[in-house]
């Protein structure tokens, strides 16, 4: 069985997130797993040393797999067409670097062998979701045909944090969920979800389709809250001076519990929030001097009021 991360860019906490996800899988009581990470920033992962893989992609070959209609999240897809070509007699489970192991792998592993396909968790038919996007979509999809599947009432959205490939159907799955993204595209369907509705679709097509939300946890829905805990827990590791294998035996420790992994706010309130802070903030800063020497007040220092460097008096 083999998990793998797709990152790329120069966003921290992509990379911190998905190493954290890393060594959860590592710190877990497990079947023989390996670890593969596909980025373009290899750097960030050479603390885990052998224990995992690292690929270097390309950006000549992450366009190549936004295909003819340059559609971003098609490489999810391609990234796991790759791996299939690559290691056919393996399960495949993909992961968002926003994610952590806190249940039974063996379990996980069961169900593959069984045959079932995995996707994080079953949001519902594409017909009876809420949200504008996808009322848009059932609207642009209804009984309509992509990769030859008929889009209809039992049509079923999951969630793509975790995709799961059972191994002998690895292949045909990922064929039909091209088909269905690539046409999707050219119709013109609304992106947002093409990819993920796809996968949905295509991996229930090609055999069975189960959540794995009993075993990943996926924190989509309060990223601030996992990643200060994420942060903290990196650095208090760092101001120890901890192992690696003393940090993946406190990874299998953590009380998955301590917070949230989804929390809805008001939407009111938010407005409110960016309003007083546009209205209210008052984007002044203090830097230290630009040349040596003792400063006596604040107005000896650079002042700045929304960007702009305020003259010295």
């Not at 793998?4 to 959860?24: C, D, I, K, W």
């Not at 999810?76 to 067409?81: H, N, V, Y």
Request: proline share 4%; net charge neutral; glycine share 8%.
């Amino acid at each position: 069985m083999i998990f793998f991360y797709l990152t790329f860019g120069p966003n921290l906490e992509v990379h911190r997130q998905a190493v954290f996800s890393a060594m959860t899988i590592l710190g877990a009581p497990r079947p023989e797993v390996s670890i593969i990470v596909l980025t373009d920033a290899p750097e960030y992962y050479r603390f885990l040393g052998d224990r995992v893989t690292v690929r270097v992609t390309s950006a000549a070959e992450l366009r190549d797999w936004r295909g003819p209609h340059d559609f971003f999240w098609r490489i999810k897809i391609k990234a796991l067409e790759d791996l299939a070509r690559r290691h056919p007699e393996e399960h495949l489970v993909y992961l968002d670097a926003d994610t952590f192991c806190f249940g039974s792998l063996p379990r996980m592993r069961a169900l593959l062998d069984g045959g079932t396909h995995l996707m994080h968790a079953r949001e519902g038919t594409l017909a009876e979701l809420p949200t504008r996007t996808e009322r848009r979509m059932w609207q642009q999809c209804e009984n309509r045909s992509f990769g030859g599947l008929t889009v209809d009432g039992a049509s079923t959205m999951y969630n793509a944090g975790v995709v799961g490939l059972s191994a002998g159907g690895a292949a045909r799955a990922v064929e039909i969920a091209l088909r269905i993204c690539d046409d999707m595209c050219a119709a013109g369907v609304i992106r947002r979800l093409i990819e993920q509705f796809a996968l949905s679709v295509a991996l229930a097509s090609a055999g069975r389709l189960a959540a794995a939300n009993f075993c990943i946890g996926h924190y989509w829905g309060n990223k601030e809250g996992w990643n200060t805990y994420t942060a903290d827990f990196f650095l208090e590791h760092h101001l120890r001076a901890t192992s690696l294998d003393e940090q993946l035996a406190a990874a299998g420790r953590v009380d998955f519990g301590v917070l949230p992994i989804y929390g809805k706010s008001s939407r009111t309130r938010d407005k409110l929030v960016r309003w007083v802070n546009a209205v209210l903030g008052k984007n002044i800063y203090a830097f230290v001097p630009d040349t040596e020497g003792e400063v006596s007040d604040l107005s000896e220092r650079r002042l700045a009021r929304k960007g702009e460097t305020s003259p010295r008096p």
